[in-house]
DNA sequence: CTGAAAGCGCTTACAG
DNA sequence: CTGAAAGCGCTTACAG
């Protein structure tokens, strides 16, 4: 690899003037800036990271660490990352905590190590003390957190009104003329399944429907196996259900899956509605109405409010944190009468 | 941040001996080693990754470029090695091409800037040209291609045999009955395009089918859409298709849908075989019949080879290109006869 | 067993 | 306009 020094004895030069000169210093003359361009092109040049980033404390590296690599929204949150990083020149390491608590410490730690400009997560289900968050603020190390936070937390975060969000399609459920309106919720820790359950408790009341707790299930895992599970539940428990809303689409579209096979017609006797608007749910059968949550700007969302923060640290400007919250839109397709 | 120096001067010894002690150097005593240890505990001692990777000319960072991040095969390629370079103390930094070939172009030369001590890398559809790859290979940073690779180039590789999956699941076909069997390939460059065509022409061949290249139709953006479309051209070029084999299965959905939307029965008037076993397949109605690609376990495998290939170039060894070919499977659902 | 010194490849304050 | 020198924080060959 071709070194500042090699281009200064090649042009009988010192290696402080190369140096300047390709960084197109003034103070340097036109003649040799021009010449040091030419040799440094010519054998193909390329500064060494390792020295750079040893020189000026920074690395133009930040970390993601994101719950579950294989899943629609969140790959398109790192798909929006990415991009917007790529366009202010910075690279990306993404590492998963795989929901687990233990792994999303580590792997901050793993990141501090690394010293990267900059951290941004989303919290795994797992995560209910935030010392490692905290810790990494105090370092004064930019994080943002987005999607799954901590509310407690002094940060920059990127959300959608989870609340708002599920009021709005509960609301739907109740204007189409659903009586009796079921949730599958999440777990009791991501901060998103309560606001979830928040927002069609709201809808409820707001109607005078009266909130009767068996109507609601609480699942784990969220996954398509658990929907035809507690479809199959709902449908021995509640005879009477005609809409539900459930917490994310993979759920909703094994809660389908099972109604289509005990010969339940959607939306006819059951009206559902899914969270997320995963690709998925526009090619099933019925196709689901669902929420769509916006992944791509959502990631390019956390990483300005990121890069900001990691301009502002530099300047030595003091921090401001901020709140992005992002629309959502209610996707109406035929799983919800119309 | 903590530097060997400060701990040095806590304990009142040479920076040389706090770095030999930390490295479990034999030649400290065991007192030392000791003392330096806590200390190291009690201030929190992180060593500066900047200064090492520049003494130690490595980055324990590995780049990724992919075509496309949102997708179902890709992100548990990416999971499948990001899980593997954690346990080897690796983290990864991923690139998205974009189906671009200036765009991977350019992030090759980003990652090679980094300084990263190997590349993996899935082509993009748009790359015809292999100077970037050849250049990374001559520079001697170990590169592993996965999925679409260029056979040309001499370096370790990780794919199916795509040929004989095509083969496999015409095969299924022309065993279940269908006489009139179209194709649906995609794009003419990536390899795993041609080789799926070759295939399933190889297949008809076998069973001495007369190969009509009418029946081969050339997808470009290998969408849903794409899939809708083509599929309303076949019906109407040829009513008398009975099956048909389908590059990815996003193009098949796609086509069951138009199917579906055409009152054309699947399977009872055409079967379809899709192609990379995405989690869609299993929940569409009818399930798609489709090839199970093995993300998870090619990007293990492709880590695993760039990996032996960066403790090999360390060594001084000669690197032995190594050309891996995973198992597929041939899943049967309800989109074929059975 | 301990430490002084060189060096990885840059950047930049300073002198001339 | 040019360059000598210090320094970022490590590692390691070498001397004692």
């Known amino acids: ?30 003649k040799t800036r021009k010449l040091v361009r030419e040799t440094a092109a010519m054998l193909n040049y390329k500064p ?43 690279l990306v390491i993404t590492l998963q905590s795989n929901e687990s608590y ?44 987005f999607d799954k936070i901590a509310k407690v937390i002094k940060c920059s975060k990127v959300t959608i009104d989870d609340r708002k969000a599920a009021y709005k ?19 009791l820790l991501p ?6 359950f928040l927002g069609y408790k709201q809808a409820l009341t707001d109607n005078n429907i009266i909130y009767d707790s068996s109507l609601v299930y609480l699942l784990n895992d969220m996954s398509f196996d658990e929907g035809k599970f507690y479809a199959n539940q709902l449908l021995k428990d509640h005879s009477d259900v005609d809409g539900i809303f459930i917490n994310t689409d993979l759920v909703a579209i094994g809660a389908i899956s099972e109604f289509n ?7 006819e006797q059951i009206n559902v509605i899914g969270f997320s608007n995963w690709f998925m749910a526009s090619v099933i059968s019925p196709s689901l109405t669902t929420i769509n949550q916006p992944g791509f700007e959502m990631g390019k969302n956390a990483f300005k409010l990121l890069y900001k923060e990691i301009k502002d640290k530099k300047k030595k400007k003091v921090i401001n944190y901020k709140n992005i919250v992002l629309e959502t839109d209610l996707i109406i397709r035929e799983s919800t009468k119309s």
Request: with cysteine; glycine share 6%; aromatic share 6%.
């Open 191 to 196: 901060q998103n399944s309560i606001d979830r």
């Open 1 to 30: 690899m071709v070194t500042l020094k090699q281009i200064a004895e090649e042009l009988g030069i010192s290696i402080t003037t190369v140096s300047k000169a390709l960084k197109e210093y003034p103070d340097v003359s036109k």
């Open 102 to 145: 233990e792994l999303e410490k580590k792997q901050i730690d793993l990141l501090i190590s690394k010293r990267v400009d900059g951290i941004l997560i989303s919290l795994a289900n797992g995560t209910a003390d935030y010392k490692h968050i905290s810790e990494v603020l105090n370092q004064e190390t930019p994080l943002v957190m």
């Open 48 to 90: 060494n990271s390792f020295a750079v980033n040893l020189r000026t404390k920074e690395s133009k590296t930040i970390g993601l660490i994101i719950p579950e690599i294989v899943h629609h929204f969140f790959s398109s949150v790192i798909k929006g990352i990415i991009s917007q990083a790529e366009k202010k020149g910075y």
């Open 261 to 267: 096979n005990q010969g339940i017609k959607v939306p």
């Open 169 to 187: 399609a509960t609301q739907y459920l109740i204007d189409i003329g659903c009586k009796r309106i079921a949730h599958f919720r999440g777990p």
